[in-house]
């Protein structure tokens, strides 16, 4: 019998938000198994926050619904069976670290003890500072405690990493790791490929709104992870070019030729042979924004602004 | 109030009295306000009250009005830090964490209140102890359509505005109520002025000098400015919601 089956820990169903007239979210449906670890990888304008928003009852869906643990959000809030961290949020001022965290987990049915909050976040030396003398990634760092204090099975982090420095993001994702050893649930949205690859067993992609892709961090990692060659060539023939191997397509870019590469070697390899008189290579990542847009290359809409490609940004 | 609302409102408290800023400001203008009119009158008289009792009812009126008021500043400031939606990620329900607020705002209106009964008590004030606890009374029945409009200020109001917004409407409320003195005897601004809450808070010490409650009117105008800004406050924090 399914019913006797656990509940997911996360389960999304036709999910749909509009804002005025951009469709925000269209159509969400999500599972995730208690125990895992996903990140919820796309541009900015993706969609990511608005589902997290209404993964938590933050936001009401125009359609669908969203269950954790088979709860509605706000019984599994009250419950204390979902923590997460906002992308912008600061702390409650005149109080110390140790208070606001005592504060909140008192709020709760069965939180972690305060000192035990602290030690799993690594900010024991903080505790008796006043919240308003905070750096920016130490109030962060205080932001995951007040997420875990709850004790909660089920981990939400919206972009978690923004505001932070490279050390920063190091200790702040072993803390992560470290919380969810203990057979967490965890989602969290992030723009940065490499974080999706480095902490989550499972990336699900999005872009204007859906679910593009979802899988195996290695397998969305080679979707996503191609190159581009470019270099001159005169009298340029497109569809030979596009039928070399590693190729995935072809065309004109200004005075030069862009092939979009699922084999970046084999492919520069194949046009050095069959096109000598080709000059001016150039190999880049194509960068997740261009791998997104060809995800969603198929899609018919064109109600919405793409994602931004005037200024890329650069995949960390 | 469940387990939840007291905790909050125990921090709540701790929060408010360690801004010493905040508090200080709020009882120090009052304050000096009434050592400089009320000293040097200490024999006149104003409607035929002595000057130095309706001016520690116009204080009173006044600094507990900005006390309550004031919650709406400290709403908006941490609305504007995000910290409405991480409350939302607790069980606390809003009723609980606006009964906070309310409670705050109560406890800072009687420290107010208190000190400026003692002054008052020091330029010769007498009055029944039926007449102090009623008049108590009185001016805490009328600070709830202010504790409405404190939540309603602080969900529409940024806080960039929130200085000039909080300073006019307290001011004009002031005004208008006759903390300065009566505005009018008689005629349109006197009907004006009955018709604003602040009025009613000011006339508490007046009628309590006979021992008396307010007339009918009183009561009404204080019913019908709570329910209406009661109104105003819960929609403007579900507008604040819905806006996620």
């Known amino acids: ?316 | 109030m469940n387990r939840q609302a007291l905790t909050y409102a125990r921090y709540e408290v701790l929060r408010t009295f360690r801004n010493t800023r905040f508090f200080i400001f709020s009882l120090v203008f009052p304050v000096v306000l009434y050592l400089l009119i009320a000293g040097p009158n200490r024999h006149e008289k104003v409607s035929g009250i002595p000057l130095p009792l309706y001016f520690m009812t116009g204080m009173a009126a006044f600094g507990t009005m900005m006390a309550i008021v004031s919650t709406g500043g400290r709403i908006a400031a941490e609305r504007q830090v995000g910290w409405n939606r991480q409350l939302r990620l607790t069980p606390l329900r809003p009723s609980a964490y606006f009964s906070a607020k309310v409670l705050c705002g109560y406890g800072l209106a009687a420290v107010s209140i208190l000190v400026l009964y003692a002054l008052g008590i020091g330029f010769g004030v007498h009055l029944s102890a039926r007449a102090w606890l009623t008049m108590t009374g009185l001016i805490l029945v009328g600070l709830v359509p202010f504790a409405a409009l404190g939540i309603a200020v602080g969900h529409l109001v940024s806080t960039d505005s929130m200085g000039p917004a909080m300073g006019g409407i307290t001011s004009l409320l002031a005004l208008l109520g006759g903390v300065w003195g009566p505005i009018a005897e008689h005629g349109f601004l006197h009907d004006l002025s009955q018709a604003i809450p602040s009025y009613w808070l000011v006339q508490a010490g007046k009628v309590a000098l006979e021992g008396h409650a307010w007339p009918m009117k009183g009561w009404v105008v204080i019913g019908i400015w709570s329910l209406v800004l009661g109104r105003v406050a819960a929609w403007s924090y579900r507008r604040d919601t819905a806006r996620a």
């Open chain 1, 1 to 316: 019998m399914l019913e006797t089956l656990p509940p997911d820990g996360i389960r999304l169903h036709d999910l749909t938000k509009a804002f005025g007239p951009v469709q925000a979210v269209r159509g969400i449906d999500l599972a995730v198994a208690p125990g895992e670890i996903v990140a919820l990888l796309g541009p900015n304008g993706a969609g990511k926050s608005t589902t997290v928003d209404l993964l938590l009852g933050l936001a009401q869906p125009d359609a669908g619904e969203a269950a954790i643990f088979g709860r509605s959000p706000r019984q599994a809030i009250d419950e204390g069976i979902v923590g997460a961290m906002l992308q912008s949020g600061g702390l409650l001022r005149e109080l110390s670290v140790r208070e606001l965290i005592a504060m909140v987990g008192s709020l709760f049915p069965h939180a972690l003890p305060v000192q035990e909050v602290l030690d799993l976040c690594g900010i024991g030396e903080l505790a008796d500072r006043r919240t308003h003398k905070l750096s920016g990634g130490e109030s962060q760092r205080v932001r995951f405690a007040l997420a875990i204090v709850s004790d909660p099975d089920l981990l939400v982090l919206d972009e978690p990493t923004v505001a932070m420095d490279v050390g920063a993001r190091n200790a702040f994702w072993t803390a992560m790791r470290a919380f969810a050893a203990r057979g967490k649930t965890v989602l969290f949205a992030t723009h940065y490929l490499e974080e999706a690859d480095a902490w989550a067993d499972r990336i699900v992609l999005m872009a204007r709104g859906r679910i593009v892709a979802d899988g195996a961090t290695t397998e969305i990692k080679a979707k996503v992870g191609r190159r581009t060659v470019r270099f001159t060539l005169a009298d340029a023939d497109l569809d030979r070019l596009g039928a070399l191997p590693g190729v995935a397509q072809a065309e004109h870019h200004g005075g030069s030729v862009l092939l979009t590469c699922s084999d970046a070697d084999a492919a520069l390899r194949a046009l050095v042979a069959a096109e000598p008189t080709a000059a001016d290579f150039e190999v880049r990542g194509a960068g997740l924004e261009a791998a997104f847009l060809e995800l969603t290359a198929d899609e018919p809409e064109v109600d919405q602004p793409a994602p931004t490609l005037d200024a890329p940004e650069v995949v960390r």
